[in-house]
């Protein structure tokens, strides 16, 4: 064992040429196919392959005319399980590294997959056409190249220590208010602000004084405006007035909207329902979150326009037609983007507005 070691380290320190190979030399004798003398041509090489693969298979016709899966199956007394000929989506995501993934929502085979789009919205269409390009030129921020911008002040400001009562206080507030306002980013090409979605929520006290009917109707109104399957939720807090009780009667519906079908409904609203209202001067100024959603309401009066409910008027009962609560859900960081794009889009604003 001794002796093979200063020859390891021997061979590691001499050049690859002195070095003996490991390989066998049986090998060295080979010739390549260009060192033969004289070359063949192509057309002799291609004639040495063989004509048939050994990977085909051959089939008599009778056995391929006789193979028919679907009378098999009628003939098989107990079906098979659909996990044999169905792919079934896992019900739950249970995280990036479970083994069993869900397909992505474009996969027919995905829950949560909706077939579409079937038709452009004239909304969806004006959005891309102008109003982006619209939005983007007005926010640009032209900042040129080696262009610095000044250091802000902290956003929580520190006690001047002129009283022992500041030591170890909270930080105070920005100045002007003690709301802090969420960080608003440059609007650039991959940021425009857009609507994301539309939730509709109508209220209806009726059903617990009354009876269900009351919900029923306002269920299938505001599914026939939204084209969306609609939800019920109870109550969660307690009015002796209206008697209502936590958790014992379903007293609300909400219909979540999106894509083809929030497009639809937004071109519905902002063409045909808000035009139509008498002595409506726009939605107020201050509305909103402070994160970009825009909420505003209807009377049930003015549900009535929606050309789904005014066709069939008859068939709602005129004093059970709801109103509800319509909330605008933006990409806007800001109150002040989303109004700037609801306004493009034909939704007016009144009154101070709150930046």
Known sequence: MAAREPSRYLARGLPRTFVPSARSQAFLNRRN?????????????????????SLTTSVSESAASSFDPI????TRKTQLPRGRYQFRSPKYDRGPLHPHQPPAPSDPSSRL???????LPRAEQTYNSTVASDILTLCYVHTPPGFKPPPKAPR?????DSSPYHKNRPLRGPRGGDVLRLLRK?????????????????????AAQDNSGWLHVAGIAVQAISNVRVETFKSKASVANWSLV????TVAVKAELQGENMYHFLGKLIDVVLPRLKDWPGVKGSSGDSSGN??????????????EIEVNYDMY?????PGCHITLHTTAKADKDARLLLSAMGIPFYGKIVQ
Do not use: C
């Not at 004289?38 to 291609?46: E, F, G, I």
């Not at 009378?71 to 009628?74: G, H, M």
């Not at 049930?300 to 326009?305: G, H, N, R």
């Open 33 to 53: 196919v260009s060192d033969e003398a004289p070359a063949r041509r192509l057309s002799d090489q291609l004639e040495d392959l063989e004509t048939a693969s």
């Open 71 to 74: 009378a098999r199956s009628k």
């Open 113 to 119: 997959f909706v077939p579409g789009p079937f038709a």
């Open 156 to 160: 929580l400001r520190e006690w001047d």
């Open 186 to 206: 440059p609007i650039k090409f991959n940021n425009i602000p857009k609507i994301e979605r539309i939730t509709l929520h109508s209220y209806v006290k009726e």
């Open 246 to 249: 936590p958790g014992r009667d």
């Open 294 to 307: 825009i909420t505003f309401g209807l009377e049930p009066e003015q549900m009535a326009l929606f050309p």
């Open 317 to 321: 009962p005129p004093k059970m037609i």
